[in-house]
């Protein structure tokens, strides 16, 4: 545990590029251990804050909240490489879909690796979005789409109760705009997804089952499951497509699965 507090301190020091951001990361990580811990709420839980960064030697700025629990999210993407593909992806021309965007750390991930992308990130949260928007302003190529992704276009029931990140469509909440992976590639006229990552609280039973003749268009996917979808129904949906499946990494915690179509 204490190996795993050290590395996370040497890693807040290597990400911040000046002292003011470096605080910001110890103090608010532990208010968040905190909180977290005791199940206590935040009277600002809305208020974020800026973060000046650098990764692979450029500077970005970056907004997060800490009682929402955006820094554990900024942990495991950049610090844990949740997101990490371990083949190479084609950089040409490559367009990359980020469905379960949140404030927009994933797409800015994908940004970073896959420098001449261009990213559709999807977010159905209204108060993740406008962080999203903010995050990724610094690249015309990012384009943010403040909708649910689901199987067809129309308006479902969206539950924002607890920490951000996990928020879901379901038969309760705040009604919202759904909208297709189809339906975002005749908007932008988009032949085929070099990479797409799902992380969408269990829609993907949804996503993947239905009106799914997308995935003959896509190469690779990047995927968090959630019960009571499992590994079985994913390759029973995936592998019709071409597709095979890389299991996670469990020994380091890499909770995400990894499906493509190159020879790997």
């Known amino acids: 545990?204490?190996?795993?507090?050290i590395q996370k301190f040497i890693f807040t020091i290597k990400v911040s590029r000046n002292i003011s951001t470096f605080v910001k990361f110890i103090y608010n990580t532990i208010q968040?251990?905190?909180?977290?811990?005791y199940n206590k709420k935040n009277e600002q839980e809305n208020n974020s804050n800026n973060y000046q960064i650098k990764i692979n030697k450029k500077n970005y700025n970056i907004a997060m909240r800490t009682s929402k629990g955006d820094l554990a999210i900024f942990y495991e993407i950049f610090w844990k490489q949740i997101y990490f593909i371990p083949f190479q992806i084609s950089n040409k021309n490559i367009n990359i879909l980020d469905l379960g965007a949140h404030?927009?750390?994933?797409?800015?991930?994908?940004?970073?690796h896959y420098p001449n992308a261009n990213i559709y990130s999807v977010e159905a949260s209204q108060d993740n979005f406008l962080i999203l928007k903010d995050n990724l302003k610094f690249d015309s190529r990012n384009t943010p789409l403040p909708y649910a992704i689901y199987d067809i276009d129309r308006e479902i029931l969206f539950n924002e109760k607890g920490h951000s990140y996990n928020y879901q469509v379901d038969i309760v909440g705040n009604p919202i705009q759904a909208i297709s992976v189809n339906t975002i590639m005749n908007k932008y006229n988009i032949a085929k997804f070099n990479l797409v990552k799902i992380d969408i609280e269990g829609a993907e039973n949804i996503l993947l089952k239905n009106n799914n003749n997308w995935l003959a268009h896509t190469d690779n996917i990047i995927i968090e499951i959630h019960p009571p979808y499992n590994f079985e129904q994913l390759t029973s949906d995936l592998k019709p497509f071409g597709?095979?499946?890389?299991?996670?990494?469990?020994?380091?915690?890499?909770?995400?699965i990894i499906a493509t179509k190159y020879n790997v």
């Open 32 to 37: 968040f251990h905190l909180l977290y811990k």
């Open 1 to 5: 545990m204490w190996n795993s507090y």
């Open 103 to 112: 404030i927009g750390l994933s797409s800015l991930y994908f940004n970073i």
């Open 243 to 256: 597709f095979t499946i890389i299991l996670p990494d469990l020994e380091n915690k890499q909770k995400n």
